[in-house]
């Protein structure tokens, strides 16, 4: 019968260190101080486009805004350089994305 190590116990550090060795150097470890940071950023507007390799396939996209929860679609190119324009100025007047005033940056 062979006896195998505890693996409960830490192996010494190879260092000759007391602290064993938690992960390899160069290796960024995923622990963070506090796991439950967040900046306050969210995702608000979307912009999809699916531009097929083809030429005679249709050019799809789909744009969203958090601020009215609607979904608008258009295929075609002439559809969706409307669409990308109209998602590029509701950009600029969401009340969700645009400064207001009185408000601090």
Same mark, same amino acid.
């Given at each position: 019968m062979t006896t195998r =190590?505890?693996?409960a /116990?830490? @192996?010494p550090a190879p260092d000759g260190s007391s602290a064993p060795k938690v992960v390899a150097e160069g290796v960024p470890s995923a622990l963070r101080s506090d796991p439950r940071w967040d900046d306050g950023r969210r995702p608000v507007a979307w912009l999809r486009i699916v531009a097929p390799p083809s030429?005679?396939? =249709?050019? /799809? @996209?789909?744009?969203?805004c958090e601020c009215d929860k609607h979904v608008r679609t258009a295929t075609g190119r002439a559809a969706v350089l409307r669409l990308v324009e109209s998602h590029t100025h509701h950009r600029t007047i969401c009340p969700l994305l645009a400064p207001q005033e009185g408000k601090a940056a």
């Open positions: =190590p505890d693996s /116990e830490p @192996a030429f005679g396939a =249709p050019t /799809e @996209a789909t744009a969203w």
